[in-house]
């Protein structure tokens, strides 16, 4: 499963999926990579995936059903 997913975020990344954002009510902000995930900004700004080199998963879990990643990624220079 580990290597599925760590595939699939390759691909979304070379596909330089868009990144957007919104607000919720309450002040958090939502990050949503284009149809595929959203989530609570996790402090990576970046306008679509492609901005993103050496993107890392080193810690993959599966917790009450839900798979939780940690990431490391750095700004590509362009």
């Given at each position: 499963?580990?290597?599925v997913?760590?595939?699939?975020?390759?691909?979304a990344?070379?596909?330089?999926?868009?990144?957007?954002?919104?607000?919720?009510?309450?002040?958090?902000?939502?990050?949503h990579?284009?149809?595929?995930?959203?989530?609570?900004?996790?402090?990576?700004?970046?306008?679509?995936?492609?901005?993103?080199?050496?993107?890392?998963?080193?810690?993959?879990?599966?917790?009450?059903?839900?798979?939780?990643?940690?990431?490391?990624?750095?700004?590509?220079?362009?």
């Amino acid at each position: 499963m580990t290597a599925v997913l760590r595939a699939a975020v390759a691909g979304a990344v070379a596909d330089d999926l868009p990144v957007s954002a919104r607000y919720l009510s309450d002040g958090r902000r939502v990050v949503h990579l284009d149809a595929l995930h959203s989530a609570p900004c996790g402090g990576t700004h970046v306008r679509s995936l492609g901005d993103l080199a050496d993107v890392v998963l080193p810690i993959l879990k599966v917790k009450k059903g839900r798979i939780r990643v940690s990431y490391t990624a750095a700004h590509r220079s362009r």
